[in-house]
C-alpha cells in the first residue's frame, strides 16, 4: 500500500498550488484527480486574472486581496500571464452614479486606474461603441489556466510531489476519529486502489460537497453556472469590462487568437452535465453586440459552461449567484466535526488561488509540525531559459513558433530542440493555430514528462493544440497518430480515442448554427466519417 503525508483531491487550480506549496515545504504529498488537472472550474472560466477592479463597490476585501494576488502572480508565473491590462467602459445606458462610485472605491482599496476621454478609449479600442462616454484603465490581464496549472504541478513534481490523474476518490477510510487512508478507482482502467496518509485536503471545487460526504460531513457549497461564447477574433487588445454592477455578458477577454465573452449566472444542482441552450446563446451575444458591436459579424466558435463553487455560509439564505461572495472559506473538520486530518478549502477565484493554497498549506502544516513559511509569493514557477537554447530554437523554427515554444515550454524548450536538432521532420507544425510542433508533441507524450498524458484532449491541455479556431480540425488526427507511434495507445485504442476527442470538441459547437461554424463542423464530419446531431449532441 502507498502512503504520503497529504493526499489533495482536485487537480485545478488551488490543488495544484497546494501540491507546489506543501512541496516547497518538505511535506510529502500526492493529487489525485478524477479526470485531468484544469478539468473543473478551473478550465471552464474565461482566464481572467482580476485587478480586483470588478468587486471594488460591492466587495472592498476581495477586491484587495485580487490586488495583491494580481501582481504576485505576474512576478512567479510570467510565461502564464498575457499582461493585456484592462479597461471599465463607461455605456450611456447605464447608471452615472456608479462610475463615481466605481472611482472612488477603487482609490479606497488601493486599485491604480486612470480615467480616460471617449477619444483616448477609441484611439486604443476601435471596436467599441462610438457613443461610450469614456472609461477607467485597470491591471487585469489573460491568464493561461492550463499553463498555471502545468507549472505548479510541475514545479511541485520535480520536488517529489506525486501526481495522479483519471484517479477517482470512492472513499475517506477513518479510525479512531481520524482520516487514515483513501481509495480511489482509475477511470480507464476500474483499479482500485488505496493510499494512506496523515491529512486529507478537499479542494475539489464543485465535487467539494460530494468529496466531504465520503467523510460523513457535510460542506455548503453552491454551484453556480456560468456560460462563454469563444468568437474566432480578439476584436480587443485589452480586458473590455461594462462599468456598471457585475452581471452578465459584461466583459470580453482576449486569449491568443480568439476573445471569450461571458458569462451568465444560474443556480444548477452540480457541476457536471452542463449546457448552455439556443436562448442563453442568443441572450449572451446579444448582450455582447451592445458592448462590442463587432461580436455582430464574428463567428462563434465554440460554448461552454463552467460552475463557480460558491461557499454558502449559514446566513446567506437564498442569495443568488450574484449575490453570494466570491471570498473563499478553509473548513477544519478537526474543529468543526471533531474529524482529525480532513480539511475543506471552497469558494474563491482563480485570481486568489495561490493565497488559498497558502493559507492551506499553513493550516497543514501546523497540524504536521512543520514551521517552514509559505515562499510560494517569491519563488518563480519556472527557470529561466539559458540565451543559447534560445538561439538553437530561433535557428530551427519558425520565428512564430520558436516565440510560442520558448513561452509555453521554458527550460523544457532544449529537450525540444534536441529533437529536431537529430530528426529535421519533428519540427513540422502540427497545430497551426497555436503552433505546435510533432517534437513538443512527442515530449509530452513521452514517460518523464511530469504530467502523464492518458487522452488527446489531456495532449490540448498541455500544449494548447486544438484550441484555436479550426478546433482540432486538422491537427487532433495527427495527434491520434503521434500518440499510436510513440506506443502510447494501440490502433484500437488510438481509435477510440481520437472519436472521444472529436465528441468532445464537437460537443462545444453543437448548439452554433451560424455561418461558417456550420460550414467547419461539416468539413470536420466529411472528413472522418461520422454523421452528428447537432442540437442532441450524440453521434448517429
Not at 506525486?162 to 487512508?181: F, M, P, Q
Not at 468543526?336 to 477565484?349: D, H, M
Amino acid at each position: 500500500m502507498d502512503s504520503t503525508q497529504v493526499v489533495i483531491i482536485g487537480g485545478g487550480a488551488t490543488g495544484t498550488g497546494i501540491l507546489w506549496d506543501l512541496s516547497l515545504r518538505g511535506i510529502k504529498a500526492v493529487l489525485l484527480e478524477k479526470s485531468d488537472i484544469a478539468n473543473g472550474a478551473t478550465g471552464r472560466c474565461h482566464g481572467l486574472l482580476h485587478s480586483g477592479a470588478r468587486y471594488v463597490v460591492k466587495d472592498a476585501e476581495a477586491a484587495r486581496e485580487c490586488v495583491l494576488e494580481n501582481r504576485i502572480i505576474k512576478q512567479i508565473a510570467p510565461h502564464c500571464v498575457h499582461d493585456v491590462g484592462g479597461i471599465f467602459v463607461k455605456y450611456p445606458q447605464d447608471d452615472p452614479a456608479y462610475f463615481a462610485q466605481w472611482e472612488q472605491a477603487s482609490e479606497k482599496v488601493g486599485l491604480p486606474t486612470k480615467r480616460l476621454s471617449t477619444d483616448e478609449v477609441l484611439e486604443m479600442e476601435p471596436n467599441l461603441p462610438k457613443g461610450i462616454l469614456g472609461a477607467f484603465t485597470c491591471a487585469d490581464a489573460h491568464i493561461d489556466v492550463f499553463q498555471l496549472t502545468l507549472a505548479n504541478v510541475t514545479a511541485a513534481v520535480s520536488l517529489g510531489a506525486g501526481l495522479r490523474t483519471c484517479s477517482e476518490v470512492t472513499a475517506i477510510n477513518i479510525e479512531d476519529g481520524r482520516v487514515r487512508s483513501v481509495d480511489y478507482s482509475d477511470t480507464r482502467t476500474g483499479e482500485i486502489n488505496r493510499i494512506r496518509c496523515e491529512i486529507v485536503v478537499n479542494a475539489s471545487g464543485g465535487w467539494a460537497q460530494k468529496v466531504a460526504a465520503l467523510a460523513g460531513i457535510e460542506v455548503p457549497v453552491r454551484c453556480d453556472k456560468g456560460s462563454l461564447l469563444v468568437f474566432n477574433h480578439t476584436l480587443v487588445s485589452r480586458v473590455v469590462n461594462r462599468c456598471r454592477k457585475p452581471g452578465d455578458a459584461d466583459l470580453v477577454v482576449p486569449s491568443g487568437p480568439v476573445c471569450l465573452l461571458g458569462t451568465s449566472s444560474k443556480t444548477v444542482p452540480g457541476p457536471e452535465g452542463l449546457t448552455a441552450d439556443d436562448a442563453e446563446i442568443d441572450y449572451l451575444r446579444d448582450l455582447g453586440i451592445e458592448l462590442i458591436p463587432a461580436l455582430a459579424e464574428a463567428r462563434i466558435l465554440r460554448i461552454f459552461s463552467g460552475v463557480r463553487p460558491l461557499y454558502i455560509p449559514k446566513d446567506a439564505g437564498s442569495a443568488g449567484g450574484r449575490e453570494i461572495s466570491r471570498a473563499f472559506a478553509l473548513l477544519d473538520h478537526e474543529n468543526l466535526n471533531e474529524l482529525g486530518g480532513f480539511v475543506s478549502i471552497v469558494g474563491g477565484k482563480l485570481t486568489t488561488y495561490r493565497l488559498m493554497a497558502e493559507v492551506t498549506s499553513d493550516l497543514v502544516a501546523r497540524k504536521l509540525g512543520n514551521d517552514r513559511p509559505c515562499s510560494t509569493a517569491t519563488k518563480p514557477l519556472r527557470a529561466l531559459i539559458d540565451a543559447q537554447t534560445l538561439n538553437r530554437a530561433r535557428r530551427i523554427l519558425p520565428p512564430q513558433a520558436a516565440a510560442i515554444a520558448e513561452r509555453r515550454l521554458g527550460p523544457a524548450l532544449g529537450q525540444i530542440v534536441r529533437i529536431i536538432e537529430a530528426h529535421q521532420e519533428m519540427a513540422e507544425i502540427v497545430c497551426e493555430c497555436e503552433q505546435v510542433t510533432r517534437a513538443e508533441i512527442d515530449y509530452v507524450l513521452g514517460d518523464d514528462y511530469p504530467a502523464p498524458i492518458r487522452g488527446i484532449s489531456d495532449l490540448g491541455r498541455r500544449t494548447r493544440l486544438g484550441f484555436g479556431p479550426c478546433q482540432g480540425t486538422f491537427c487532433g488526427y495527427k495527434a491520434m497518430l503521434a500518440g499510436f507511434r510513440s506506443g502510447q495507445w494501440s490502433a484500437d485504442e488510438a481509435a477510440d480515442e481520437f472519436s472521444r476527442y472529436l465528441d468532445e470538441r464537437w460537443k462545444g459547437q453543437d448548439f452554433v448554427h451560424r455561418g461558417k461554424q456550420i460550414e467547419q463542423l461539416y468539413l470536420s464530419q466529411n472528413l472522418f466519417g461520422v454523421t452528428y446531431n447537432f442540437h442532441a449532441g450524440q453521434e448517429e
